[in-house]
């Protein structure tokens, strides 16, 4: 059973980064997308980015393109996200997801992790 576990979260003032981590353990994640989700007040899961395990073209929402940036480390079997220049409204909970599914919502994924904290204080 494949486990993901985040990391990397914490408060930060707004501009400035965060890189989260998603590390893979239990199975072969070959042939999944990973996914990044949030959770913010609204309690809905909000896509932000996302990338074939394998490798390949990448993903984001309008919301992170351009400040966010998803990558994978084969060989430590991890995920990354890099947020930069933060804004308050990216105050949420961030979840690392996989999926075999060509889909990407949260319906769609096989496994999840737990999540981490970010917050962005103004």
């Known amino acids: 059973q494949v486990q993901l576990v985040e990391s990397g979260g914490g408060l930060v003032q707004a501009g400035g980064s965060l890189r989260l981590s998603c590390v893979a353990s239990?199975?072969?994640?070959?042939?999944?997308?990973m996914v990044w989700f949030r959770q913010g007040p609204t309690q809905e899961y909000e896509f932000v980015a996302s990338?074939?395990?394998?490798?390949?073209?990448?993903v984001y929402a309008d919301s992170v393109k351009g400040r966010f940036t998803i990558s994978r480390d084969i060989n430590k079997h991890t995920v990354y996200l890099q947020m930069n220049s933060l804004k308050p409204e990216d105050t949420a909970v961030y979840y690392c997801?996989?999926?075999?599914?060509?889909?990407?919502?949260?319906?769609?994924?096989?496994?999840w992790g737990k999540g981490t904290l970010v917050t962005v204080s103004s």
């Open positions: 997801a996989a999926t075999t599914r060509v889909d990407r919502k949260p319906t769609d994924m096989h496994y």
């Open positions: 239990g199975g072969l994640l070959w042939g999944h997308t």
């Open positions: 990338m074939p395990y394998s490798g390949g073209s990448t």
